[in-house]
């Protein structure tokens, strides 16, 4: 699903718990696939969603990102995102990346292939790559182990394991 730079969501928008807001008219209480419908967008399992600038201003909630995800959208790919969107998703596990160049040359329907640890984002109907700044190694685990907590978890079992060993 693309969105051009013009249209924006106000994150809480995303889980119903708000606003949507699309060039300047509010949408009360709809959850995404329901909007994304009402704008005769086809809403798939695995989808990337390619948003504009400021992606996600609105809210500190975590649900957030977690309601994106749970509308089957795979990963987010912006010109910008709101810090606090930003962090909650890389905390929720939820990949995201910023690429001016990809938010400006991606269309609807276009057909995208992205390597995260790489950060680069291609487009195999246009032929197209774009960057992204790729994340460090640790935000790379982060998300694939599904988030702060897990990565967390895993950090204080080896240390119990580590010091089990030792004495």
């Known amino acids: 699903m693309r969105l051009g730079s013009d249209r924006f969501i106000i994150a809480d928008g995303t889980a119903a718990l708000k606003v949507i807001k699309i060039d300047g008219t509010v949408v009360?209480?709809?959850p995404l696939r329901r909007w994304a419908a009402?704008?005769?967008v086809a809403l798939d399992t695995g989808d990337?969603?390619?948003g504009g600038s400021n992606f996600g201003c609105g809210s500190s909630r975590?649900?957030?990102p977690v309601a994106i995800r749970g509308a089957g959208i795979s990963l987010v790919v912006?010109?910008?995102f709101a810090r606090i969107f930003f962090r909650n998703a890389i905390n929720m596990g939820y990949p995201i990346l910023q690429s001016p160049q990809a938010a400006e040359g991606v269309e609807e329907g276009d057909e995208l292939e992205v390597d995260l640890e790489e950060g680069v984002i291609r487009n195999?109907?246009?032929g197209d790559e774009y960057r992204a700044e790729a994340f460090p190694k640790f935000m790379n685990d982060l998300l694939k182990m599904g988030g702060l907590v897990p990565w967390v978890r895993k950090q204080l079992e080896e240390r119990r394991r580590l010091a089990a060993t030792r004495g």
């Open 38 to 40: 009402s704008l005769d």
């Open 124 to 126: 195999m109907t246009k």
């Open 28 to 30: 009360q209480q709809i």
């Open 48 to 50: 990337i969603l390619v």
């Open 78 to 80: 912006a010109d910008s």
């Open 62 to 64: 975590e649900i957030a």
